[in-house]
């Protein structure tokens, strides 16, 4: 509904190309825009000018307004980041692996990830879009830590749930994770996969986060196949490459068998 309002006559004072000026008895002087004025107004000119109020349109311009508000509400309120999920990976009697799923940050953007060791911040997490697992080493042996993550985004602070760890003693050897490189002897890696398994450790044919030590015999790498076929192999191995440059200890089967017997 239109509610219409008294006209008011006005004298044209002054007019230049975007604005006018009006004089009239009830509001003595205004400026007018130009572009609003009937074809042909030049000074001296009288207009009448009325005012309405359009109640329809403020309506439906509220309407519009709310119904915005909800859109964005809904795409971007309902739903808030997920606190990290921190859970163990590996301990040794120096050191911790630990993991977490993929961040879930909703609509927010990421600020920061950070890693707290006993309330206090040890580092930030490198690539955290992308990363989802750490290694703390330099710990003391037999000795209780606690860890948390903490997630900083647009929305707010989301910390994780608080891990804690005690580190293995010396006689502890179940956190020991080996990469098997190239082992010639047949026996001796089959004898030292025994060990491990009777340890309680692991092993694997890739360099992981947690990987303790490398195992092999020779450090060429030998393809499949090609102890059998008689084939020549020279150079290092990729694996035996980014164990060096992971400062990962080489050691032969034999230590395996060492720790089963010694126990530590």
Known sequence: MV????????????????????????????????????????????????VQRNVVEEKKRETDFWDLQGDILEEYGT?????????????????????????????????????????????????????????VSGLQLDTEYTFQLVLRTTAGVYPSNVLRIRTHTMSDTSGISV????????????????????????WSDKIQIDTTHFVCTTP??????????????????VEYQKALQLSIPVVQPQWVLACLAEKK
Request: glycine content about 8%.
């Open 79 to 135: 739903r808030v980041p997920e606190p990290p999920k921190l859970e163990l990976r590996n301990v040794t009697q120096t050191s911790v692996t630990l993991e977490w799923p993929r961040l879930d940050l909703a609509t927010s953007k990421l600020r920061s990830l950070d890693l707290y060791r006993d309330r206090q911040r040890v580092a930030a997490i490198p690539a955290p879009l992308t990363n989802t697992s750490t290694k």
């Open 3 to 50: 509610v219409s309002q008294d006209s008011f006559m006005f004298t044209v004072g002054k007019l230049d190309a975007g604005m006018a000026i009006l004089l009239g008895e009830r509001a003595h002087l205004i400026e007018f825009p130009s572009l609003l004025l009937p074809p042909g107004v030049n000074t001296g000119s009288i207009v009448n000018i009325s």
């Open 220 to 237: 060429a790498a030998t393809p499949s196949g090609a102890q059998a076929s008689g084939a020549i192999v020279t150079g290092p191995g």
């Open 179 to 202: 990469c098997f490189g190239t082992v010639e002897d047949e026996v001796a890696l089959e004898n030292a996969k025994l060990a491990l398994r009777e340890m309680g450790a692991k």
